[in-house]
């Protein structure tokens, strides 16, 4: 048996028993197929399908998000021995617009993370008790391990999906 196209400009074949079809352009695609006789058949009648090729419709390369800048002047206010602590910041001055803060407190020491949260675009500043800091890094009162309590605050400012680089301060908590 042997396939060859009808409309070259559509679509084409080998021309022999190799049944692919390579696609060439938007229109009708006819393939013949053809069988030959032997001493013991006559020939089959050629056969012709058709089918409809279209052009396929783009995909549009996404958009990657635009990353925002990173937040200025991080500070937080409350010292070794505050009761509260305040961690305020500036927003991003240009850049890709901020949908969120995305806010982490770690006890530097122990390797703990004591708080990690995304805010609100509206929001500059978050305020955190000495016991919350203090019942979040330690689970009983004889884990205490050191009297001075270094904290790291970091903070990314994001676009959907992106984040600016990271702004960090650390602060230092006093146990009594």
Not at 96 to 111: D, H, S
Not at 113 to 134: E, G, P, V, Y
């Amino acid at each position: 048996m042997s396939f060859v196209s009808a409309t070259m400009s559509v679509c084409t074949t080998p021309g022999d028993t190799d049944p692919t079809v390579t696609l060439l352009s938007a229109g009708t695609c006819t393939i013949n197929a053809d069988q030959a006789g032997d001493a013991n058949y006559s020939a089959a009648p050629q056969v012709a399908a058709s089918f409809n090729v279209t052009t396929p419709t783009p995909t549009p390369t996404p958009t990657p998000t635009p990353t925002p800048t990173p937040v200025r002047d991080l500070t937080v206010q409350g010292g070794p021995q505050a009761t509260k602590y305040k961690i305020s910041w500036d927003e991003p001055s240009g850049g890709a617009p901020v949908t969120g803060y995305r806010i982490t407190v770690e006890q530097i020491k122990l390797r703990k993370i004591i708080l990690r949260k995304i805010l609100a675009s509206s929001q500059t500043s978050i305020k955190l008790s000495r016991k919350f800091l203090l019942r979040h890094t330690f689970r009983t009162r004889g884990d205490v391990i050191n009297r001075n309590l270094r904290y790291r605050v970091t903070l990314e400012a994001l676009n959907g999906d992106s984040a600016s680089r990271i702004r960090s301060k650390t602060f230092l908590l006093r146990i009594r």
